[in-house]
């Protein structure tokens, strides 16, 4: 859902980059990147710092690669001081939103792993996935078309019993959280390897509950 997607090392913008083969299109000679999440961001903001990181097309937002990596170190540091730790769950349940993006960037920059929940769930789907993964964190929009986010949330949360706080996208405990004065030194005490496990995408449980399946930064990047 992120729309920044990594070609040769870097992070490209998808709207403007030719079409890639995939993996099974033949043998390359490009080597896989080693590299963690935030490296490689990190190494792309060195390169072309003003250029155009993300552009949220429904509001005309931009973010150039500078402003983006300030966003990601700043909510990323105010995880860290909320008490969220490398290998914690953090499960994002909104639709296509800039804040998407920051949220799993800045997860990938201290070793959290990011929790995809599909935006089409309805009260047992999300129940079943924030038990299932052990997710202690929650960001959320606050609706998505006609269903309330907000109140479902309400319904499922006496039954997540490991579910300790949840942010909702726009809140005030939103902005206090993604406003936190980045610590740039503090994140990088964070030690990282490229095979730590740093998204659970679960599948679509066609037929039953939905299964996650662990991706690694390796994974993610190539």
């Known amino acids: 859902m992120s729309d920044l997607h990594h ?11 030719p079409t890639l083969n995939s993996y099974d299109s033949g043998v390359s000679d490009v080597p896989l990147l080693g590299d963690t999440i935030g490296e490689n961001l990190d190494r792309t903001a060195a ?12 509001t005309g937002r931009r973010w150039s690669y500078r402003e983006f990596v300030a966003e990601v170190d700043a909510l990323a540091t105010g995880l860290l001081e909320a008490g969220i730790v490398q290998g914690d769950r953090v ?8 804040e998407w993006t920051v949220v799993q960037y800045a997860t990938a920059r201290i070793g959290a792993v990011l929790v995809n929940i599909n935006p ?20 959320a929009a606050e609706s998505f078309k006609s269903s309330d986010y907000v109140a479902m949330v309400e319904q499922v949360r006496p039954q997540c019993s490991g579910l300790e ?27 990282l390897s490229a095979d730590d496990a740093i998204n659970i995408q679960y599948t679509s449980g066609t037929t039953g ?12 990047l190539n």
Not at 9 to 16: A, S
Not at 209 to 220: D, E, Q, R, V, Y
Request: glycine share 6%.
């Open 91 to 98: 499960g994002i349940w909104a639709p296509n939103r800039a």
């Open 47 to 58: 390169r072309y710092p003003d250029r155009d990181a993300l552009v949220e097309c429904s």
């Open 7 to 17: 070609c040769d090392g870097e992070v490209v913008d998808v709207d403007t980059e």
């Open 165 to 191: 706080r949840v942010v909702f996208l726009g809140s005030a405990d939103w902005e206090a959280l993604a406003g936190t004065a980045a610590d740039r030194s503090r994140l990088e005490q964070v030690q």
């Open 120 to 139: 089409a769930y309805r009260a047992h789907e999300l129940e079943y996935v924030l038990n299932q993964a052990g997710v202690r964190m929650l960001v």
């Open 209 to 220: 509950f939905p299964k996650g399946a662990t991706l690694s930064h390796h994974n993610i």
